[in-house]
């Protein structure tokens, strides 16, 4: 399977369906604004208060006609650990809100009353490909995987995801909005993801047959975020002609080949903008200034993965994306955890059965590890306050930690781990929720609600027919 069609930029054109019910962030349609506003105006020019002082008193709060709020921003984050976990030292017994973490869990003790814990939630969907893959290609899109030639574990081979993923979903619908839209619209980090492409490597995409590669060097997204583009003025003028040259082949063109044209047309579009959005971007706080010479390697990842999520946590002080990824590894994910004292690859250890003790610890000690980077960056978020004054950045930003697997020997799809820390969603916290094999769909199209972004399906359509999670807004 080739790998052209990868994407490490997004492409907003054509992956997005038509965005419904779309209104503003104050969650007014732009009727009802104007009706609000001239209501206003008129209550005012009743009392014989002229324009010029409109403006300053119109808020007033006294007067009972206070200009609309705007709505705090929503930020969310999908973090993934790869390979499945110890479901006895993850999954707390109770439900509700007196429930114990268990030893996994125990790095989130400071944030219990943030956080939402999950089980139930499951993958079903079926078709090409070993669960590895489909576990986690399908695990933000929803859908089915495309026929390819990358053969895994099962009979049948398989390729790309055949549709977006939700993060890439609400981005398109953040970024349709003036007063949402952002530089990046999402950012796509990694840690030690390996140097290849396939369907195990990837969980974000774009569109159909369309997978985002994370950035897993720091240097690199250090350049993506704060550096300067060399010559600009020279590359405009070639996307410029480019552009001209494209306009002229397109008449001579089968349906076929206007379609990849289309998708031509689109990057050099998404180019302009980025220069453009580059020289317009203003910085709240400064870049940071990473520690020099840390080598992509399974010793360092540590250090990479906290100057990736103090950059992280940088790019959205300062607005460049409202959406973002933190992908650790990748399914199947060899990572060699020697800090912790495990001598054993994760994957292998995690196709140890569970009267393994010795496994079963040290694939506790990894869990864990993982669990200790949730709590780094909610703690970043928390210890950050909002630009606007509106409390801490995990007040409005929701972390999701989830995996292609609910357990790693048996390879199932079922009760995929799903621990949600932060706010802004509209969500109860502070639970322990314990559904009966729903859809993981469902998740998605609750993400998608809580963003104010009403689909009435996502993913394959036959897994949304019971609509949103209730039990996600109601204690």
């Known amino acids: 399977m080739s790998s052209d069609h990868e994407h490490s930029h997004d492409h907003e054109r054509d992956s997005h369906r038509s965005f419904r019910d779309v209104t503003s962030p104050s969650g007014l349609t732009t009727e009802k604004q104007g009706l609000l506003h001239r209501s206003r105006r008129e209550f005012l020019r009743d009392l014989g208060i002229s324009a010029f002082a409109f403006p300053l008193i119109a808020g007033l709060p006294s007067l009972g006609y206070c200009a609309t709020p705007v709505a705090p921003r929503k930020r969310m984050i999908i973090l993934f650990s790869p390979n499945g976990i110890v479901p006895k030292a993850y999954w707390p017994d109770q439900a509700g809100r007196d429930f114990t973490l268990k030893e996994i869990m125990k790095p989130l003790e400071p944030f219990k009353d943030k956080t939402l814990i999950v ?17 986690m290609s399908c695990l933000l899109t929803g859908i089915e995987l495309l026929p390819g030639n990358i053969q895994g574990g099962s009979h049948t081979p398989a390729g790309w995801a ?60 250090f350049e993506k975020l704060y550096g300067q583009v060399k010559d600009q003025a020279a590359v405009i003028s070639i996307l410029d002609s480019l552009q001209s040259d494209l306009k002229k082949v397109r008449s001579t063109l089968s349906t076929e080949d206007r ?8 990057f050099v579009r998404h180019m302009e903008h980025e220069f453009k959005a580059a020289k317009d971007q203003k910085l709240r706080e400064p870049p940071l200034e990473l520690e020099a010479g840390i ?23 300062n607005d460049m994306a409202r959406v973002a990824t933190l992908q650790y590894t990748c399914s199947v994910g060899q990572a060699r955890m020697s800090w912790l004292g495990v001598k054993e690859s994760h994957h292998t250890l995690s196709h140890e059965p569970g009267t393994n003790d010795e ?73 322990s929720l314990q559904l009966k094999s729903v859809t993981h769909n469902r998740l998605h199209m609750s993400i998608a609600h809580a963003f104010g972004h009403h689909v009435d399906h996502f993913g394959n359509p036959n897994f949304c027919g019971e609509g949103v999670l209730p039990e996600l807004t109601t204690a």
């Open 259 to 266: 379609v990849k044209l289309d998708e031509h047309e689109a």
């Open 359 to 431: 496994a079963q610890n040290d694939l506790i000690k990894i869990n864990t590890w993982y669990a200790e980077q949730m709590a780094y960056l909610a703690k970043k978020l928390a210890d950050t306050p909002e630009p606007d004054g509106s409390g801490s950045m995990l007040d409005h930003t929701t972390i999701i930690w989830t995996n292609e697997l609910g357990e790693g020997a048996s390879h199932t799809l079922n009760d995929i781990p799903l621990t949600i820390v932060g706010g802004g969603l509209g969500w109860e916290m502070g639970r």
């Open 162 to 221: 055949s549709g977006l993923s939700i993060d890439q979903e609400i981005k398109g619908y953040l970024q349709s909005n003036d007063q949402t839209r952002t530089r990046f619209g999402s950012l796509e980090f990694g840690v030690n993801v390996p140097d290849k492409a396939d369907p195990w490597t990837r969980m974000v995409y774009a569109g159909r047959n369309k997978p985002i590669a994370p950035i897993d060097d720091p240097y690199a997204m």
């Open 119 to 135: 089980k139930g939630v499951c993958d079903k969907v079926q078709g090409d490909g070993d669960n590895h893959m489909r576990g």
């Open 295 to 317: 080598r992509e390697d399974n010793e360092n990842m540590p250090k990479l993965s906290k100057m990736q999520i103090d950059l992280m946590v940088n790019s959205f002080v």
